[in-house]
């Protein structure tokens, strides 16, 4: 017995000995931000205190596993609210470079990797999204949730491809976990294309999300997309459009649209202006409601520190016909 575990042992340090020389050294890159934000409009929040904070940890490192080179990712964020994530980690996921062979990645928290999550909106903005803070506060374009969520993708001359596929329950699922009730399989294909060889500086797109219910009361969600971006020089304009069928029993399908321009002042300033249309097509005998936000953004930027700001408003807010939301925001980021 004695001889057997001086084998195992010895079995298991030489193990040990094999891994570490694949280890790599990590490395840490953080952000630390302070904001003033305000509220108002019908459809809002009260403003309570404006002061907010955070600062974010990145720990990253990547090694050659042999048949690609692995990289894994976890950041910390103070501003997080942890009360509501079991796992502590804004985001943590690791990912599968094979390079001509493609990328695998598997999300378990808040990466956005592949799918439609990661191309929802990708409409030139100096700062945040148009509809960051109002209405619905949404793009609409709901892709597979970051919720150990499996992704795959590849490029082919001009052609990109993204896929991504989860589960439904909790997210960062312990390993040999179950991570609670299947609620549904979501699906995503988004293909994106460069099309600079024809019209330099023109890209887009085109996404589908599919999404199968398990609930009895419950159908099929549905979401397609496209988007098509253009720059020339400092100014860049893009548009996107979806229809969303969230196949839910009295639930609004969605028409979306939403347009964008921005433009770089310097190397060190931009501004944008953004506006997004979301027509709720109510039930048989209801009137349709457009929600339409518009947003002002601005950024400056002066090494590691960035001054950025956001104003914008939504009428019809998330549907409601005659609530309206108002939001602003200023942001002092530091990088380090």
């Known amino acids: 017995m004695n001889n057997m575990k001086k084998i195992g042992l010895s ?10 020389a ?21 459809g809002s929040t009260s403003t309570g ?5 955070n600062t974010s940890l990145s720990f990253s490192g990547s090694g050659d596993v042999g048949f690609g080179t692995a990289t894994i990712v976890r950041t910390l964020n103070d501003g997080a609210n942890h009360s509501t994530q079991t796992d502590n980690f804004v985001s943590a996921y ?32 100096a700062y ?11 793009s ?73 219910m398990t609930a009895a009361a419950s159908d099929d969600d549905e979401i397609h997309g496209v988007w098509l971006n253009y720059t020339t020089g400092p100014i860049s304009v893009g548009a996107r459009g979806s229809s969303v069928d969230s196949g839910t029993a009295g639930a609004a399908t969605k028409d979306v649209e939403a347009y964008s321009i921005a433009f770089n002042v310097n190397d060190n300033m931009s501004i944008s202006l953004a506006t997004q249309d979301v027509e709720f097509d109510k039930t048989a005998g209801g009137t349709n409601v457009t929600e339409t936000i518009d947003a002002i953004n601005a950024s400056y930027t002066m090494g590691a520190a960035s001054v950025r700001a956001t104003m914008s408003e939504a009428s019809d807010d998330a549907g409601v016909a005659g609530s309206d939301d108002e939001h602003m925001e200023i942001s002092l980021v530091l990088s380090f």
């Open 11 to 20: 079995a298991l340090a030489g193990s040990l000995v094999a891994f570490s």
């Open 22 to 42: 694949n280890a790599v050294e990590m490395s840490v890159s953080g952000v630390a931000e302070v904001t003033y934000t305000t509220n108002g409009g019908k």
């Open 49 to 53: 205190n404006p002061w907010g904070s």
């Open 94 to 125: 690791q990912t599968i470079d094979m390079g001509s062979m493609g990328t695998i990645s598997f999300d378990a928290a808040g990466g956005g990797l592949e799918g439609v999550t990661a191309y929802d909106d990708l409409l030139p903005t």
């Open 128 to 138: 945040e999204e148009v509809w960051n803070g109002v209405g619905s506060g949404t």
């Open 140 to 212: 609409y374009n709901a892709g597979a949730a970051s919720n150990d969520t499996l992704g795959y993708s590849n490029s082919f001359g001009a052609l990109g491809i993204s896929l991504a596929t989860s589960k439904g329950g909790t997210r960062a699922s312990a390993d040999g976990g179950n991570g609670g009730a299947i609620t549904g399989t979501s699906k995503d294909v988004v293909i994106t294309f460069d099309g600079s060889a024809l019209i330099d500086g023109l890209s887009g797109g085109v996404m589908q999300h599919t999404k199968s």
